[in-house]
T-cell receptor, first 114, second 113 residues
């Protein structure tokens, strides 16, 4: 089941620079998209979400962009900080279509170097 | 900040035994979920629960699994007769509406021997 794909298993950036994490999806029914951050031995922590009626949502240093025609979303972190080092998961569902079930990507491990 | 709490953090059980994983969702949330993550694999949906009944379940959630909200605060996942392949991290989540973010607990690591 590859409905949500994160093709980069890892990403390394310098502190203060931009981190861009990418996610592709195949199911056109998805209408809600989320990013989660996960530290070892903890559960996924919700970061930011976007509904399919928007193409951008911003919260502080975090911005999510949605390109529906390309079935692609990205998370931008500016500026990146060492504390942002974690695994980032993209997830999607279609609550308006009757399913709250989140489908997750495999995750991208972000390392922010001081 | 309100959070989802799960107990125990680690459960070791003999194959064939019953296990109950416990969760206390965020207090004003109405939708409850269980997910699992087998080592090295994706987080997978198991079941969603609303208004005291299952609203959706995956193919994984067979007759060996059941969920219950025994009182106003707890939400449990029972595995009746555990198998080796049930070894995984089990995450509980809750949300205040179906189109709102799901908030996760820190998980229970289930090890079947």
């Amino acid at each position: 089941d590859q409905q949500v794909k994160q093709n980069s298993p890892s990403l390394s950036v310098q502190e203060g620079r931009i981190s861009i994490l990418n996610c592709d999806y195949t199911n056109s029914m998805f209408d809600y998209f989320l990013w989660y951050k996960k530290y070892p031995a903890e559960g996924p922590t919700f970061l930011i979400s976007i509904s399919s009626i928007k193409d951008k949502n911003e919260d502080g240093r975090f911005t999510v962009f949605l390109n529906k025609s390309a079935k692609h979303l990205s998370l931008h972190i500016v500026p990146s900080q060492p504390g942002d080092s974690a695994v980032y998961f993209c997830a999607a569902n279609f609550p308006q279509g009757g399913s709250e079930k989140l489908v997750f990507g495999k995750g991208t491990k972000l390392t922010v170097n001081p | 900040e309100p959070e989802v709490t799960q107990t125990p953090s680690h459960q070791v059980t003999q194959m064939g035994q019953e296990v109950i994983l416990r969760c206390v969702p965020i207090s004003n949330h109405l939708y409850f979920y269980w997910y699992r993550q087998i080592l090295g694999q994706k987080v997978e949906f198991l079941v969603s629960f609303y208004n005291n009944e299952i609203s959706e379940k995956s193919e994984i959630f067979d007759d060996q699994f059941s969920v219950e909200r025994p009182d106003g605060s707890n939400f449990t996942l029972k595995i009746r007769s555990t198998k080796l392949e049930d070894s995984a991290m089990y995450f509980c989540a809750s949300s205040d509406d179906r189109d709102q973010p799901q908030h996760f607990g820190d998980g229970t690591r289930l090890s079947i021997l």
